[in-house]
């Protein structure tokens, strides 16, 4: 059978004419083009002034305005580096063992197959078909355009927060060179009569709930300096502070070359884990008891199914590790090469991810189980979530293997570059998103090293906050309000409504819009449609899911605590709804605004904010030049669409 091959140049994303001139080949499939900075073109025009995003400038980068990734290994260490981080050493245990252990992984599981990866390949694929940042990708959809400030606000604020987890762990680090690990014994001056040492617990006459380890106090009392509320600051402990300032400074110089600079970092930063995770593997798996912790962790108890937390919390980590809903994933995607099989790529890191958080799952467990045994106590009683399973757990660890220093040493660097390339690249894509809003002032001369500095700067000196005696309990308000589940949860409802239902419907050519439209898009980069349960899951699964688990989040609603102790002031918890609703009012306040600001009747309104934004550029006819327009070079660079043997010409999902 003789297989087709089809020209195609021009696609704005969602743009259909009825001109008969300018309709899709035929017998071809849709068109989809992009110019070369991103914006959307309002005709199909082979004239010289059409550009295609293959056309290869001399560096070998096809975008010379933004550049591209120097390899494929640097885009899929970036997107390792970027989610797969302290969410999956710390978070996914803690839930798994909280929600039924094995049982755990059944909703995990159904969520990642119908949410996670579905709009994880969606960011990645919009990032790279458009060649922009998560604030103008959304030119394809004006009236949505809501959704990229609603990332670029919630990634910003958890660029301040997560930038402290990494100040803790270099203060861990540095305390660990040391004879003598500090959080090893009560003999300390910051020590209380509660605190009893694992060699001690068979001395202790009383309760065993009154007790505290050293790895505990070290953690609060000396580290934090904790005081009694939000409401007491009292001082900053500068050791915090240099070692935050420490953690901007190396942020900083990661991405002072851009992607270049940083696409390099992290081929350190991303696989080093790993062979710290492994060697802790062969050192916790064969220590005594780790049978007990194994088997609680893996244990299912199938009755924990019928409860909806468990769906909620199984939501949410997925979610949370996939990096899905704050806009750095379409950051990443934009610097890919047109041609990227970004398809292949979300697998790849979805198995990387997952097994990820199920291998540190076992890690952390294996370790807990010796704990366990040694303390004559459940599993349960010795583990923690959030910071608490890093910082306590981990520290109380290493005191009880040889050479305890090295470990120390060892697991902390791990949790070091963990957070590091994370934050490279949430940083990169609030950086890209306002260097693409701004390209004639930030991509001039070194102006994008000093905006990158300032942003560093004001960053640090928003976290000073965080390094207070109160700190943590500003932290604890950020992470789970800043970019909390809920946040998360929002964004991605939006996200897969406006690409499964409304892309390119405004004009529409029979039923080629919307998740279909789409699916086109991405064919004419990899050459092949994916599976049909992607889109069904663009237009009905992801939605249902994730509104289904907001609107419960919202239902099951308690105040939050800290430790399960301290309650929240009213205006603390007020404090965390104000950055939450930061981010996410700007959806429906960008709608609003929209439809107030655009001239005509509601429906032609409605029409105007469903078609692309185009952009008149230079060589155009009529209208005054955009500023931010680029000579356009000739001809047409490359075949996008390829119809396999046997597929038929122009059949549309």
Request: hydrophobic fraction near 45%; glycine fraction near 10%.
């Amino acid at each position: 059978m003789v297989t087709t091959t089809t020209t195609t140049t021009s696609i704005p994303m969602g743009e259909m004419t009825t001109d008969p001139e300018k309709q899709p080949l035929p017998n071809g499939p849709p068109q989809t083009y992009t110019n070369r900075d991103g914006k959307w073109k309002d005709s199909y025009d082979p004239e010289p002034n059409a550009i295609s995003q293959m056309d290869l400038v001399d560096d070998g980068d096809e975008n010379k305005e933004r550049g591209n990734w120097s390899n494929k290994a640097d885009y899929i260490l970036s997107c390792i580096g970027y989610a797969v981080g302290l969410g999956n050493v710390w978070r996914f245990p803690y839930l798994a063992f909280e929600n039924g252990g094995g049982a755990f992984l059944i909703p995990y599981i159904v969520m990642l197959v119908f949410a996670g990866l579905p709009i994880f390949l969606l960011e990645t694929s919009l990032g790279q078909f458009a060649s922009q940042g998560p604030i103008r990708i959304w030119r394809c959809l004006p009236l949505f355009q809501g959704i990229g400030y609603t990332q670029v606000v919630a990634s910003a604020l958890v660029g301040i927060y997560y930038n402290c987890i990494i100040a803790y762990t270099l203060f861990y680090l540095f305390s660990s060179f040391t004879s003598d690990l500090p959080w090893r014994t009560c003999e300390n001056s910051w020590n209380t009569a509660q605190c009893v040492d694992t060699n001690a617990l068979a001395n202790w006459t009383g309760n065993l709930s009154d007790r505290v380890s050293p790895s505990e106090e070290y953690w609060d009392r000396y580290m934090l300096s904790r005081s009694a509320g939000i409401h007491e600051p009292v001082t900053v402990k500068w050791q915090l502070a240099l070692c935050l300032l420490l953690a901007w400074i190396v942020v900083y110089f990661s991405l002072i070359k851009g992607i270049k600079s940083s696409g390099k970092v992290v081929y350190f930063t991303a696989t080093f884990p790993y062979v710290v995770l492994l060697i802790l593997l062969i050192r916790g798996v064969t220590l005594e008891g780790a049978d007990i912790g194994l088997e609680f962790y893996l244990k299912p108890n199938i009755t924990r199914l019928g409860d909806p937390q468990v769906w909620m919390d199984a939501g949410t980590q997925v979610f949370f590790s996939y990096s899905i809903g704050l806009g750095s994933l379409i950051a990443l995607g934009s610097y890919n090469k047109f041609n990227n099989n970004c398809h292949r790529d979300a697998v790849v890191f979805a198995c990387v991810n997952s097994g990820t958080s199920i291998l540190s799952g076992i890690v952390i467990f294996s370790f807990l189980g010796n704990m366990a045994l040694q303390q004559g106590v459940s599993v349960a009683d010795v583990a923690e979530s959030g910071p608490g399973l890093v910082f306590i757990v981990y520290p109380k660890a290493v005191t009880l293997m040889p050479l305890s220093p090295l470990w120390a040493i060892l697991f902390f660097f791990m949790v070091l570059l963990l957070g590091l390339d994370s934050e490279f690249c949430g940083v990169e894509g609030f950086v890209t998103s306002c260097q693409d809003l701004y390209p004639q002032v930030l991509r001039r001369g070194h102006n994008r090293e000093i905006f990158i500095a300032v942003v560093c700067f004001v960053k640090f000196l928003i976290g000073l906050a965080f390094c207070t005696q109160g700190g943590m309990y500003v932290f604890q308000l950020f992470d789970n309000y800043s970019a909390s589940g809920m946040t998360l949860l929002w964004v991605t409802f939006f996200q897969a409504i406006c690409i499964g239902w409304f892309y390119g419907l405004a004009d529409r050519v029979g039923w080629n819009f919307g998740g279909t439209k789409f699916y086109w898009d991405i064919k004419s980069m990899v050459g092949f449609r994916p599976i049909m349960w992607i889109k069904i899951c663009w237009m009905v699964v992801t939605p249902l899911m994730t509104m289904g688990i907001f609107i419960f989040s919202l239902v099951r609603y308690t105040r939050l605590t800290y430790n399960k102790t301290y309650e929240y002031p009213v205006w603390g918890e007020a404090l965390g709804w104000v950055m939450a609703l930061a981010s996410m009012v700007m959806i429906p306040a960008g709608f609003v605004y929209n439809i107030l600001t655009t001239k005509g009747t509601f429906s032609e309104r409605i029409r105007t904010l469903l078609t692309p934004i185009y952009t008149k550029r230079k060589g155009d006819q009529g209208g005054e030049e955009d500023a931010n327009a680029i000579p356009m070079a000739d001809g047409l660079k490359a075949d996008h669409y390829s119809v396999p043997d046997g597929d038929k010409p122009g059949t549309i999902l």
